[in-house]
């Protein structure tokens, strides 16, 4: 097992430039997006490496709530898992420093009028500027309620499922659509 110090070695190429306390920065990621195991232990240190490191390489920032360490269950290892998950504003955000992003339509739903408590759907349309005639490509993607909404163990939707059905699906579909449109800068997040 490294020790602290040594760890801090190993971290500072991850740390972004001009922090005060690269020590405290590493301390809040930690705190911040790792959060501890079910038992209250730390989480390991290679997760907060690979976090770091896909944090670098995206330049996403953890604490702007850019970028999500998530952790799932994994039956095969019978442990949880690191998974990098980027926020809607974290895939916004790398999509406009292509410099190729050209915007978004509104969120299309069916049902059209929003008549019922959850959507069935969610249709974004984005574009993609084409590098050499600056002309709006379009991208447009679905995302479907039975295949996103989030339950929980008891098999009701998971808080903002519930509070905010709509936006959710609409965030989904979104994701799906910058996803499709912006493939090398958004692989692997």
Same mark, same amino acid.
């Given at each position: 097992?490294?020790?602290?110090?040594?760890? *801090?070695?190993?971290?500072?190429?991850?740390?972004?430039?001009?922090l005060?306390?690269?020590?405290?920065?590493?301390? /809040?990621?930690?705190?911040?997006? *790792?959060? @501890?195991?079910?038992? =209250?232990? =730390?989480?390991?240190?290679?997760d907060? @490496?690979?976090? /770091?490191?896909?944090?670098?390489?995206?330049?996403?920032?953890?604490l702007?709530?850019? &970028?999500?360490?998530? !952790?799932?269950?994994?039956y095969?290892?019978?442990?949880?898992?690191?998974?990098?998950?980027?926020? &809607?504003? =974290? @895939?916004?955000?790398?999509?406009?420093?292509?410099?190729? !992003?050209?915007?978004?339509?509104?969120?299309?739903?069916?049902?059209?009028?929003?008549?019922?408590? !959850?959507?069935?759907?969610?249709?974004?349309? &984005?574009y993609? @500027?084409?590098?050499?005639?600056?002309?709006?490509?379009?991208?447009?993607?679905?995302?479907?309620?039975?295949?996103?909404?989030? !339950?929980?163990?008891e098999?009701? *939707?998971?808080?903002?499922?519930?509070?905010?059905?709509?936006?959710? /699906?609409?965030?989904?579909?979104?994701?799906?659509?910058?996803?499709?449109?912006?493939?090398?800068?958004?692989? =692997?997040?």
């Amino acid at each position: 097992m490294i020790d602290v110090k040594d760890q *801090l070695k190993v971290l500072i190429k991850y740390i972004p430039e001009g922090l005060s306390s690269p020590r405290g920065f590493v301390e /809040l990621v930690k705190g911040q997006a *790792l959060g @501890l195991t079910k038992d =209250g232990k =730390g989480r390991p240190f290679e997760d907060l @490496l690979y976090f /770091l490191h896909v944090c670098k390489k995206t330049g996403l920032d953890p604490l702007a709530k850019q &970028i999500y360490a998530i !952790y799932r269950w994994d039956y095969r290892s019978g442990a949880e898992k690191i998974t990098i998950q980027a926020s &809607i504003d =974290g @895939l916004r955000l790398t999509a406009q420093r292509s410099k190729h !992003y050209g915007g978004q339509d509104d969120t299309k739903f069916t049902p059209e009028d929003e008549s019922t408590k !959850y959507p069935q759907r969610a249709t974004v349309t &984005i574009y993609r @500027l084409n590098p050499k005639t600056g002309e709006r490509m379009p991208v447009t993607a679905t995302a479907r309620w039975s295949e996103y909404a989030q !339950y929980n163990k008891e098999n009701k *939707l998971v808080a903002m499922w519930e509070k905010m059905p709509y936006n959710q /699906l609409g965030k989904c579909a979104e994701a799906l659509a910058l996803r499709k449109g912006f493939p090398s800068e958004l692989s =692997g997040i």
